[in-house]
């Protein structure tokens, strides 16, 4: 079992910097990927940003260039660096974690594909 506690949201203005944290235990997920999800009022989930082990990453268009992913291995806690942030990144953020063995040939742009989801942080951004 996994459980994940994510920590950081808050209100900001558009232009400035948020740092999200996911703190995972209960077991060590360093050799498991770690996702960021987010969902705005009466909208669907929609993926963000994953981390593989071994430090690759990957991103949504709406975020490449402006968010980055991260993790350390040592505190067991993946991050969510939200720089220039737009009104459009407001909604709840939530982490998530996979062991990619048990979903073979699913998709880590999915929900499907994770195993453990924290309960969300809300995150507004001001214009």
């Known amino acids: 079992q996994v459980q994940l506690v994510e920590s950081g949201g808050g209100l900001v203005q558009a232009g400035d910097s948020l740092r999200l944290s996911c703190a995972a235990s209960?077991?060590?997920?360093?050799?498991?990927?770690m996702g960021w999800f987010r969902q705005a009022p009466g909208k669907e989930r929609e993926f963000v940003a994953v981390s593989w082990s071994g430090g690759i990453t990957y991103y949504a268009d709406s975020v490449k260039g402006r968010f980055t992913i991260s993790r350390d291995n040592a505190k067991n806690t993946v991050y969510l660096q939200m720089n220039s942030m737009k009104p459009e990144d407001t909604a709840v953020y939530y982490c998530a974690v996979s062991n990619p063995t048990y979903h073979i040939g699913t998709y880590y742009r999915s929900s499907d594909f994770y195993d453990y989801w924290g309960q969300g942080t809300q995150v507004t951004v001001d214009s």
């Open positions: 209960g077991r060590t997920v360093s050799t498991y990927v």
